[in-house]
C-alpha cells in the first residue's frame, strides 16, 4: 500500500485546512486509517483514525477541531482542521493497518503503512 498526503501549508491561527491522504496497492475500505503528527524535537503523536466501520476516534489535544472522514470509493482519508492553533504546527503522517484492536489505535506500532507526511504551519 502507498499512501499520498497532501494538503498541508501556512495558515494563520484560527484557520482551516483539510488534509488528504490517497492510497494506492490495495483497496482500503477494510483498514483502520488514521492521522499522526510530529512537532520539530517531539515525538510523533496520534491525532485521529477511522475504522473500516466509521467509529472515528481523536487525540485530546484536537477533539472538537479536528475531524477524520474517509470516501472508499476514492480510496481517500481525510482530515478537516478547524480552529488552528500554533501548537498545531508538525508534519503530518497518514497510516493504515489492518487488524487494529481498539486498545492499540493510539499506537504507531500498530500501523503497518505511512505516508511521506505533509506540513502543517499555523502563523499566530
Known amino acids: 500500500v502507498q499512501l499520498q498526503a497532501c494538503g498541508g501549508g501556512l495558515v ?3 484557520g482551516s ?10 483497496t482500503l475500505s477494510r483498514y483502520t486509517m488514521s492521522w499522526f503528527r510530529q ?10 483514525a477511522i475504522r473500516w466501520s466509521g467509529h472515528t476516534y481523536y487525540g ?3 477533539k ?5 472522514s474517509r470516501d472508499n470509493a476514492k480510496n481517500t482519508v481525510y482530515l478537516q482542521m478547524s480552529s488552528l492553533k500554533p501548537d ?10 489492518t487488524g487494529v484492536i481498539v486498545s492499540a489505535i493510539t499506537s504507531r506500532a500498530a500501523y503497518h503503512y ?4 505533509t506540513q502543517v504551519t499555523v502563523s499566530s
Do not use: N
Not at 40 to 46: I, L, Q, S, T
Not at 64 to 68: A, C, E
Open 114 to 117: 505511512w505516508g511521506q507526511g
Open 39 to 48: 512537532a520539530p524535537g517531539k515525538e510523533r503523536e496520534f491525532v485521529a
Open 12 to 14: 494563520q491561527a484560527g
Open 60 to 62: 485530546d489535544s484536537v
Open 88 to 97: 498545531d504546527t508538525a508534519v503530518y503522517y497518514c497510516a493504515a493497518a
Open 64 to 68: 472538537g477541531r479536528f475531524s477524520i
Open 17 to 26: 485546512l483539510r488534509l488528504s491522504c490517497a492510497a494506492s496497492g490495495r
